[in-house]
């Protein structure tokens, strides 16, 4: 099934981003993108000092992932300096360039190109400007680390022409960027210039940040999710030392102290009656029925053929369902924000992936003026998508301003665990036909879920746990839940229809992937088991439903031959022979992020033990395909990441829940993979495509994992889990109900 | 109501703080004293981020009261070594890019540098098993692993020279 925009369709739309991005408005201001934007300056985009330091105002931001080192690559690249010389200013709204929300795998992808633009139309300018004082032309003039010299031997440095100055020139298309043959820093590996400082203590995080006077602040949530506030017995704090304040707006309840500890004591000790919620949440078991009969809104993806018929007179037809629960983001540090309400005006230090739409909710949330509040990025702990950053920004804002002093806010394990917005629950039916040639002829792709994003939007208060604590309404859009529904194989009749769930048992929001780690769980599980039922080896069976795609075909061949597969239908009819107490086998699956953009395709190795039912992942290979790589080390650290994640929540993560609310709120409750269960090694081949653009890496591999890992327990034990986590208990399960 | 004085020993400087007796010494070490290596990730010990040294042990701070530490020698990810002149393991760290977030860091570094100086050769099933307590979200564990292997060598190095 091939997607409605071509490979070469889809390029265009890339080179349109650039064009677009000189027509945006540029974001020294808090205006939000209306109106007719002006050019933007090279100084917004950069600054060169007096010594030759750039610094680079950036809208993406460091979640983790070792942008900050990709993105100083492409500048100090295209700018022709020193790779050490390069900084990052990243999401200040007052300081740096809008470039929208750090999501997506889109921060290379959609960022990078716009600084290497800036970079370049800087260097042009810095040229121009070197012609001038040499009295040389440009054109005679090379530039090495920051210093231009004319063949005559004079030399100026960028320094001596601008430093300290501005450009005062717009970023136009005159420039050209480099071609990838003259790179001398993209695509080299890169030492990331943030780990020193995390492994000596020195980062600069934001959960270490202070400001003089400073409260802490923790917040207390309802005890069922609906419930209402009745009464709070401020008295039972009273006598607690740190003097005590309790903040209530709504069912919105804090408390702030003057040490840390004491917030966190008197939060505890705080006495508050709540008014249970007129109908709690169903009961776990009841989750898929209750999806399936939650109100929904259908949208038909993509259609071709007939699919009806085609199943119809399909020689062979197959029908599955796939399940996934909710997921938490579980970053290590919960999410801390800084807060200052000053003279009218909020100041929030936040870990936020979009500080300008954070910005415009806050505004909303605490009755302030759009221009009055400015979102200063620091880093935090990894980010994996909307988790709880943004909520806690708006606790800190709303206690800053209910006692006029700067309030520092870190949540406790249950409030992130318990209270981030959740990676949804989905459900997918599929049906498929074969035809007696063994190709897939039909495929009935339909998808159950609620939206995957709940983030600040719109200025909407409710996009924001504590405003929504106090009745404000959210603004969501139906977004995420048909990632990677459809897939990129060549199916005559096929059809995708997705069933967007108005309500969501969970808040729900952006994870990892969005829904396409379920998607294409269901998608790469579902074409597994037609090429078993065709008697086709797995990667085969998917190359016969690829042609033309030579970048798909490379990476299938790519993990065929690293992982050293031997062609053969699944199961493997080999290990249940063997008489011990292991079986192992491998599985494939292969996706193409969005159907668009960077590619992985992944053999996982598995071993199951038959007597306790318990699965372990030896070893995995992955063939991954991002466009022009920036930093194949960077990169690596990715796609390993991405791996061992996603193996954590395919092997143990489900979010539970009771009629009152979430109940896996810790580590205990909620375990995610640990030293021991980690595979022995992750065999990475890099796909590199200079000719072609960046595509973000931050997501590809672990849309494939789900559907590998249950690929290769098929293969293995001739047993399909179709439900994830997969657990010993599923295993054991199936394997009796084989049996009998 | 009057906070007492408590004498820390941290990095080998004697440090004052008024705070109570039942205060973990993890806010102390991060509010009062500045020491931000220690990380609070769960407050419950399930996950390492917040771990230091006391006498060389590996310790959860986050759930260990300052009342009682009185001359015992603690120290943190900053007692170790800087950024212009790290620790052994640090390095090593450093070198094998064995980070992504870095919030699990500190508490990954100081496991390290307990396992190493009562096991200087650790083998792998060792190595696991002495970070097993210790949670990582970004999925950097085998670099982690490595970076250990690395750090045993680089001590080793150092030891002999």
Request: hydrophobic share 45%.
């Amino acid at each position: 099934m091939t997607m409605s925009l071509s490979r070469r369709d889809f390029l265009k739309a890339g080179a349109g981003l650039i064009v677009e991005f000189q027509l945006a408005p540029y974001a020294y201001s808090q205006t939000p993108q209306t109106g007719a934007p002006p050019a933007r300056p090279i100084d917004a985009w950069l600054a060169i000092d007096a010594e030759g330091q750039v610094t680079v105002f950036c809208g993406k931001v460091e979640l983790g992932t070792g942008i900050e080192t990709a993105m100083a690559q492409l500048v100090a690249e295209e700018l022709d300096v020193a790779f050490p010389s390069v900084h990052l200013v990243m999401g200040d709204t007052a300081r740096s360039v809008n470039q929208g929300p750090t999501v997506g795998s889109k921060t290379l992808q959609q960022g990078g190109p716009q600084l290497r633009r800036a970079a370049a139309e800087a260097r042009l300018t810095l040229l121009a400007m070197a012609a001038e004082k040499l009295a040389v032309a440009a054109e005679q003039l090379r530039v090495a680390d920051g210093v231009v010299s004319a063949p005559n031997g004079s030399q100026v440095s960028y320094a001596q022409l601008v430093g300290g100055k501005r450009f005062a020139r717009t970023v136009g298309d005159t420039a050209r960027l480099k071609s990838p043959a003259d790179f001398r820093i993209v695509g080299r590996e890169q030492a990331r210039v943030d780990i020193p400082g995390k492994v000596t203590g020195s980062h600069n995080y934001l959960h270490d940040f202070r400001l003089a006077g400073m409260l802490h602040g923790r917040v207390i949530r309802p005890n069922a999710i609906g419930a209402k506030l009745k009464a709070v017995d401020e008295a039972s704090v009273n006598s607690l030392p740190g003097n005590v304040r309790v903040v209530v707006k709504g069912n919105f309840v804090g408390v702030v102290a003057e040490r840390e500890e004491q917030a966190i004591a008197a939060a505890a000790a705080l006495k508050i009656v709540w008014t249970p919620p007129a109908s709690g949440l169903p009961a776990m078991s009841e989750l898929e029925a209750t999806m399936r009969r939650t109100s929904a809104e259908t949208q038909q993806m993509t259609a071709a053929g007939d699919v009806d018929a085609a199943l119809k007179s399909a020689a062979r037809t197959l029908t599955a369902s796939y399940r996934t629960p909710y997921q938490s983001h579980g970053s290590i540090g919960p999410s801390c924000a800084v807060a200052e309400v000053k003279d009218g005006r909020l100041t929030v230090w936040s870990a936020t992936q979009g500080s300008w739409m954070l910005a415009g909710n806050l505004a909303t949330l605490l009755g302030l003026p759009p221009a009055a509040v400015r979102v200063i990025w620091m880093e935090g702990s990894g980010c994996y998508g909307h988790n709880g950053a943004d909520d806690v920004a708006a606790d800190a804002a709303l206690l800053s301003q209910a006692l006029s002093r700067p309030v520092r806010v870190q949540w406790m394990r249950s409030d992130e665990h318990g209270w981030d917005p959740k990676g949804p629950a989905m459900i997918v039916d599929l049906r498929g036909g074969l035809a007696a040639d063994q190709r897939i002829v039909a495929w009935d792709y339909q998808v159950i879920t609620p939206t995957h994003s709940s983030r600040p939007a719109g200025g909407a208060g409710g996009n924001l746990l504590a405003g929504l604590l106090q009745g404000m309404a959210p603004r969501l859009a139906m977004t995420g839940g048909n990632r990677n529904a459809p897939t990129n194989y060549q199916i005559p009749n096929h059809r995708v229809t997705v069933h967007w769930l108005k309500e969501s048992v969970l808040r729900a929001s952006a994870l990892r992937g969005l829904g396409a780690p379920q998607n294409t769980f269901a998608n790469e599980s579902f074409i597994d088991e037609l090429a078993a039922a065709a008697g086709a080896d797995p990667i085969a069976f998917r190359l016969k439903h690829l042609a033309g795609d030579s970048r798909a075909i490379d990476l299938l061949a790519k993990v065929r031959e690293i992982s050293g597969w031997t062609p053969r239908p699944s199961p493997s009819t080999s290990p249940r022979k063997v008489s011990g107490p292991v079986l192992r086998g491998r599985g494939v699956a292969f996706a193409r992020y969005e159907n668009e953009f960077a590619s992985a395709a992944v053999v996982v190795e598995v071993a199951v033990d038959r007597k306790s039912g318990m699965i372990s992942v030896p070893k995995v290979h992955v063939a991954h395909d991002c466009g022009l790589i920036v930093n194949p080390d960077g990169l690596k650290n990715q796609i390993e990441g991405n791996i061992i994640q996603t193996l954590s929540r395919a092997l143990k993560e489900q979010v539970t829940f009771d009629r009152n609310g979430v109940t896996s709120v810790d580590w205990v409750s909620y375990p995610i993979l640990r030293f021991s269960e980690i595979p022995e090694d992750i065999n990475i081949a890099l796909l590199n495509h200079p000719e072609d653009v960046m595509y973000g890496a931050g997501e590809a591999t672990a849309v494939t994992v789900f559907a590998a890992v249950a690929n290769a327990l098929f293969d293995a034990t001739g047993v399909r889990l179709r439900s994830v986590p997969f657990t010993a208990a599923d295993v054991l399960r199936e394997l009796a109900h084989r049996k009998a | 109501m009057a906070l007492k004085e408590v004498e820390l020993l941290v990095n080998g400087e004697r440090r004052q703080i008024a705070a109570e007796g039942d205060t973990p010494l993890l806010y102390a070490l991060r509010n009062d004293l500045k020491y931000n290596g220690a990380k609070f990730g769960c407050g419950l010990a399930q996950c390492g981020a917040c771990t230091v040294l006391i006498d060389g042990q590996p310790v959860r701070s986050c759930v260990t009261p300052i009342a009682g530490l009185a001359g015992r020698q603690i120290t943190t990810l900053e007692g170790l070594g800087t950024r212009e002149k790290p620790h052994p393991v640090q390095r090593a760290f450093i070198e094998l890019q064995a980070a992504q977030c870095g919030y699990c860091s500190n508490g990954m570094i100081m496991a390290t540098v307990a396992l190493l100086a009562a096991n200087p050769k650790p083998g792998d099933a060792e190595i696991r098993s002495a970070l097993e307590g210790h949670l990582c979200r970004c999925g950097t564990h085998l670099r982690i692993i490595r970076a250990v292997r690395r750090a045993a060598t680089l001590l080793a190095q150092e030891k002999q020279s």
